[in-house]
């Protein structure tokens, strides 16, 4: 499962200390039901990093399934006292695509 294979591997990258990796395919048009993901990651290895950065080091480690029909992702990274202050992610917003 696509789900459990992400967050395998953010857990085995990033030792986070907070960790969810949601399956939002059902909000998106279309027959895929792996495609559209939403991770929220929250470690000690962000800490001085801007972004961007997070970002890339995120896509890097996922160029896989990324590649293999993970067709969106979501990314929430912070570090454990941004998420103290943040203390959830967004709220992910309606699909705009998929004919709707």
């Given at each position: 499962?696509?789900?459990?294979?992400?967050?395998?591997?953010?857990?085995?990258?990033f030792?986070?200390?907070?960790?969810v990796?949601?399956?939002?395919?059902?909000?998106?048009?279309g027959p895929a039901t792996e495609s559209h993901f939403k991770v929220t990651l929250v470690s000690d290895r962000f800490e001085g990093q801007r972004a961007v950065h997070r970002h890339q080091q995120v896509?890097?480690?996922l160029a896989e399934e990324l590649?293999?029909?993970?067709h969106a992702l979501a990314l929430h990274l912070y570090t454990p006292e941004?998420?103290?202050e943040q203390g959830k992610p967004p709220?992910?917003?309606d699909c705009r695509g998929g004919g709707r």
């Open positions: 499962m696509m789900q459990e294979q992400i967050e395998t591997k953010l857990k085995q990258a030792a986070p200390r907070h960790c990796v949601e399956n939002e395919s059902h909000m998106h048009g896509y890097g480690l590649d293999g029909g993970v941004e998420w103290r709220d992910s917003p």
